[in-house]
């Protein structure tokens, strides 16, 4: 079975940074993408960040120039770090990880709540 399992969420006044992280568990044939959405209350799940297996990303323009998304291979982990933190990047956080053969899996999600 593959497990997806992030950390790093948590309360952060706005203007502050945090670090999401998520490694994948399992055997895992063929990944292509590994990413981040976001659900706030409310509203629908939306993407947030993406990474190749090439390394190649891309961005909501909602986070861009503040995101960055990279992922380590090896580790079969990926990361979110984000800076300039504002209270409409609150939300729950789930990383995800997209086969070759369209198969999506995703994590349990990890909250974060942005405010003063």
């Known amino acids: 079975q593959v497990h997806l399992v992030e950390s790093g969420g948590g309360l952060v006044r706005p203007g502050g940074s945090l670090r999401l992280s998520c490694p994948v568990s399992g055997t895992i044939f063929s990944i292509n993408g590994m990413g981040w959405y976001r659900q706030a209350p409310g509203k629908e799940r939306e993407f947030v960040a993406v990474i190749s297996s090439l390394g190649s990303t891309h961005y909501a323009d909602s986070v861009k120039g503040r995101f960055t998304i990279n992922r380590d291979n090896a580790k079969n982990t990926v990361g979110l770090q984000m800076n300039s933190l504002k209270p409409e990047d609150t939300a729950v956080y789930y990383c995800?990880?997209?086969?070759?053969?369209?198969?999506?899996?995703w994590g349990q999600g990890t909250q974060v709540t942005v405010s003063s």
């Open positions: 995800n990880l997209h086969t070759v053969g369209s198969i999506d899996y």
